[in-house]
């Protein structure tokens, strides 16, 4: 069965610097998402992604955070200079298309990447 | 703005013994409503959604939940458990806009099964 895979599972990194995580989503979904849950909180939206555009983002979603499709199958998330709040599980996910007739497509996630920030 | 409220975090139950995980709701129009499953290791599993129609909705696993309007509550259910269910559970509203959706999530309720 397709899923999201996301690499590394793990990135250490020291405040101020810049990190890329990294998602393959399925192969034919169309909208893709960043979510991440701080420890002992809840999972939050951060962005999506569709038609190589941002479609919507979250108030967390401010400069420092980015998304690309740079390839096919690639979609990343950086952050370009990391603070320490920003240590967290990030989540990709995927799905086939946004909406069918007003009603959500269900969305595809991944393991999710444990970002630590010293 | 949607939220999504899971009262309980953490739950203790014995083998074979019936579940209930709460999950209430705020949204202002019609709510689409899902259940996730997290195992250690692994991304976000649907459970089941709610959309529309019969209140009761069956999912995969043996979960079912069933939708209240009046509560405001989609409370998952099953009813004799086993211990691969220990997991971290998730309820999630789903808000449209534009041509795509977003989830909100709950706090989550981690389920220990007992031998």
């Known amino acids: 069965e397709p899923e999201v895979t996301q690499t590394p599972s793990h990135q250490v990194t020291q405040m101020g610097q810049e990190v890329i995580l990294r998602c393959v989503p399925i192969?034919?979904?169309?909208?893709f998402y960043w979510y991440r849950q701080i420890l002992g909180q809840k999972v939050e939206f951060l962005v999506s992604?569709?038609?190589?555009?941002?479609?919507?983002k979250s108030e967390i979603f401010d400069d420092q955070f980015s998304v690309e499709r740079p390839d096919g199958s690639n979609f990343t998330l950086k952050i370009r200079s990391t603070k320490l709040e920003d240590s967290a599980m990030y989540f990709c996910?995927?799905?086939?298309?946004?909406?069918?007739?007003?009603?959500?497509?269900?969305?595809?996630f991944g393991p999710g990447t444990r970002l630590t920030v010293t | 703005a949607q939220s999504v409220t899971q009262p309980d975090i953490h739950i203790t139950v014995s083998e074979g013994a019936s579940l209930e995980l709460r999950c209430n709701y705020s949204?202002?129009?019609?709510?689409?409503l899902f259940w996730y499953v997290q195992s250690p290791g692994q991304g976000l599993q649907l459970l089941l959604k709610?959309?529309?129609?019969?209140?009761l909705v069956q999912g995969i696993k043996g979960f079912e939940a069933e939708f209240k309007r009046s509560q405001s509550s989609f409370n998952l259910r099953k009813p004799s458990v086993h211990w691969s269910d220990a997991a971290e559970y998730f309820c999630a509203v789903g808000a449209v806009y534009n041509a795509g959706n977003m989830l909100t999530f709950g706090g989550g309720t981690r389920l220990m099964v007992k031998p």
């Open positions: 709610y959309f529309s129609g019969d209140t």
């Open positions: 192969s034919n979904h169309l909208y």
């Open positions: 992604f569709y038609n190589n555009e941002i479609s919507e």
């Open positions: 949204y202002g129009a019609t709510p689409y």
């Open positions: 996910a995927s799905s086939e298309m946004g909406l069918a007739g007003g009603q959500p497509y269900e969305q595809y």
